[in-house]
């Protein structure tokens, strides 16, 4: 730390309770009081250097010899900033740093101890080594925090803006050039441990750090101050990534809602930095959404979401919070599911926001839209070329994220139908190569939501497309009793459809191999060059005609099985409680005769609507039509 002495006389004052002495052996004729702190000094050695003083003890003074009192409370720095002017007025040594430095040639400039009151006054000392004070990066921090003491005058003397255009220009190039950060404000060293040269501390020994070096050392700034160095460094070219990491650096010292990860919990978060109040965070929260450079992917998901979060415990304006949820919205492909789960804020019912991950789902959308119109359809070929054939494009991510995210919430017995079936359907069809995750919550939601009539579990199933089924999801929702008859064989259909599809296609490589068997199968090549090979392809086609016979043979029986299955279905030549059995309904459900008429069956509308969907069932050979 930068050091400057002043001054060759021993100590010439002591101090008794609020008041200070001066022991010169002469009885003091002039009495100062600033605050509740009194100076019991002599008149010469003040007027001589100040001439404020000057002015206000001619003043004062009767000529009679008797003492007089001044006070002084505008002084800027107060009572310790005057301690050191008095001393520097009886030539007193003293030492300034980058603490004192500001207060003192604040209060020297108010006295107007310049050298037209006395050569090398105050004034040009303090100006010159407040030039030193901002060579180094660490003295820079120390006096730009000592502003804030005494703001309004130092704002008049500049002295504010030079620190923080020091700063700017030294957290934007190489810190070794500039001396140590500060790191946590762990480590000090006195004065006497510096390397001095001619009373001015020389820079220590330097060591290079990372691009985040200067993040630490900035949230010890006030909020208006920290906001100026911000838009400083900006304006030097400093990237937006680096100003989004110190923006969130800032914002988890002074925000403690943002380091937890939910709302809901109270952890203790280690800190020794005093809360601010609920208002003081709310505009804090504010002014740092303001200052996060709007770009895309500079911020994490992960953090702009905890801000929204907080933004609500706080309630926060609704422009921030709505700035916040385009924020999101704009990258919400990189999001996860622990991300989404908002707590809710509001008076309804649903344990976690569905509203506000609607709007978030909304902007993304709206973005996506704009980027695919502004963006030509050879370009995006070719970044599909680049980043790979089996990379998931961020709709596809999203799609994911937002069926995670119904699976989760669908356990809530207060989530509404109309919410479940608007966010599903938010979603493009072509965005879900599988429909699988949406086939899980909807499975969920009907498991949690057993009340729900007919019509709206069919209305539900509806957001689903059967063909767009894994085998695996395909075979649990053949035995799924919570979904609807008419959806369970749209289901059987199209795994019908997938065996005619795979046995065609076991056929077709039957086919070829018996035709590369024969010996003009080879066409193209010269009678004396496919000779040597024809015992060699008849032996492997003999091999591949046995395995795809045998393939083909197991294929037909499950499908033989299952058109006999759906036979019976259809003609009604067993009771449908054998066939509900078979297929893993429950007893009580779907029973009726086998020769019953939509008319005499005894059950609810509902039951007539299943009978009615049986009757445009039409089994054809080899297929099913389902009209």
């Given at each position: 730390?930068a ?20 022991t010169?052996?002469?009885s003091?004729?002039v009495?100062?009081?600033?605050g509740?702190t ?8 003040l ?19 008797a003492?007089?009192?001044l006070?002084?409370?505008?002084l ?11 001393k520097?007025?009886y ?6 740093t ?6 003192v040639?604040?209060?020297a ?6 050298d ?26 120390r006096?730009?925090e ?7 005058y ?7 803006l030079?620190?923080i255009?020091?700063?700017?220009m ?9 001396g140590?950060?500060?790191?946590g404000?762990?480590s000090?060293?006195s ?22 070096w ?5 949230t010890?700034?006030?909020l ?17 990534e ?17 380091n ?7 952890a ?7 809360k601010?109040s ?5 505009v804090?929260?504010e002014?740092i ?5 709007n770009k895309k ?12 979060r ?38 309804s ?8 991950v609607?709007?978030?789902?909304d902007?993304?959308?709206l ?23 089996d ?19 669908a356990q809530?017995v ?25 086939y ?5 939601y009907l ?14 199933c509806?957001?689903m ?17 919570r979904l609807?008859?008419r959806?369970?064989?749209?289901v059987?259909?199209?795994e019908?459809?997938?065996?005619r ?7 077709f ?32 086609a ?5 395995d795809?016979?045998y ?6 029986k ?12 259809v003609?009604a ?8 059995r ?7 459900q779907f029973?009726?005769s ?23 069932i ?10």
């Amino acid at each position: 730390m930068a050091l400057l002495r002043l001054g060759s006389k021993p100590e010439a004052f002591h101090r008794e309770g609020h008041s200070w002495i001066c022991t010169s052996g002469l009885s003091s004729d002039v009495d100062i009081y600033i605050g509740e702190t009194s100076f019991h000094l002599h008149k010469f050695p003040l007027l001589s250097r100040s001439g404020m003083l000057r002015k206000l003890i001619e003043e004062c003074c009767t000529g009679d010899g008797a003492s007089f009192s001044l006070r002084l409370d505008d002084l800027p720095g107060g009572a310790k900033a005057f301690e050191l002017i008095s001393k520097f007025c009886y030539g007193v040594k003293i030492e300034l740093t980058a603490h004192n430095i500001v207060s003192v040639r604040c209060a020297a400039e108010y006295l107007e101890m310049t050298d037209d009151n006395g050569d090398e006054n105050l004034v040009l000392q303090t100006e010159s080594f407040l030039e030193v004070v901002l060579g180094t990066w660490v003295d820079s921090i120390r006096a730009l925090e000592a502003c804030e003491e005494v703001m309004p005058y130092a704002e008049d003397l500049h002295i504010v803006l030079r620190c923080i255009d020091s700063l700017a220009m030294k957290a934007c190039e190489d810190p070794s050039l500039y001396g140590w950060p500060l790191a946590g404000r762990e480590s000090k060293q006195s004065p006497e441990n510096n390397g001095l040269w001619n009373g001015i501390s020389t820079p220590t020994k330097t060591k290079t750090t990372g691009d985040n070096w200067w993040f630490e050392d900035v949230t010890f700034l006030s909020l208006p101050i920290y906001k100026r160095l911000i838009l400083a460094i900006e304006s030097r070219g400093m990237g937006p990534e680096s100003i989004a990491a110190s923006v969130a650096h800032y914002a988890r010292r002074y925000l403690p809602l943002v380091n937890r990860q939910s709302s809901f919990d109270d952890a203790n978060q280690g800190t020794n930095i005093s809360k601010p109040s609920e208002a003081d965070q709310r505009v804090l929260l504010e002014e740092i959404v303001g200052l996060i450079p709007n770009k895309k992917g500079v911020t994490s998901s992960k953090f702009l979401i905890r801000l929204l979060r907080t933004a609500m415990v706080l309630h926060a304006s609704p422009s921030c919070r709505e700035n916040l949820e385009k924020r999101v919205g704009a990258q919400l492909d990189q999001a996860s599911l622990v991300d989404l789960l908002i707590p809710n804020m509001s008076y309804s019912e649903t344990l976690y926001d569905i509203n506000c991950v609607q709007r978030i789902l909304d902007h993304f959308l709206l973005v996506e839209q704009a980027s695919a119109i502004a963006t030509p359809a050879n370009i995006v070929e070719e970044e599909q070329l680049m980043n790979g054939s089996d990379s998931l494009g961020p709709m596809t991510m999203v799609a994911r994220l937002i069926d995670e995210f119904l699976a989760e919430v669908a356990q809530d017995v207060n989530f509404k139908l109309p919410k479940f079936e608007a966010l599903a359907a938010s979603i493009p069809d072509y965005a879900r190569p599988l429909d699988d995750g949406l086939y899980h919550a909807i499975d969920i939601y009907l498991k949690a939501h057993p009340w729900i009539t007919d019509g709206e579990r069919e209305q539900l199933c509806r957001l689903m497309n059967c063909e767009k089924l894994s085998i695996e999801a395909s075979t649990h929702a053949a035995q799924n009793e919570r979904l609807p008859l008419r959806v369970i064989v749209q289901v059987l259909f199209f795994e019908q459809l997938r065996l005619r599809t795979s046995i065609s296609g076991w056929f077709f490589v039957s086919d070829n191999l018996e035709n590369s068997a024969k010996p003009n199968g080879n066409l193209g090549l010269k009678e004396d060059e496919s000779r040597p090979t024809i015992g060699s392809v008849e032996h492997h086609a003999s091999n591949g005609e046995d395995d795809v016979k045998y393939r083909v043979s197991e294929l037909e029986k499950d499908c033989s099985s299952m058109k006999e299955e759906i036979r019976k279905l259809v003609k009604a030549k067993r009771s449908w409680k054998n066939f509900t059995r078979r297929l893993g309904f429950n007893k009580s459900q779907f029973c009726c005769s086998k020769r019953s008429k939509p008319s005499d069956l005894r059950a609810t509308p509902s039951s007539v609507n299943r009978q009615q969907n049986y009757e445009n069932i039409e089994v054809v050979p080899g297929t099913l039509k389902v009209n």
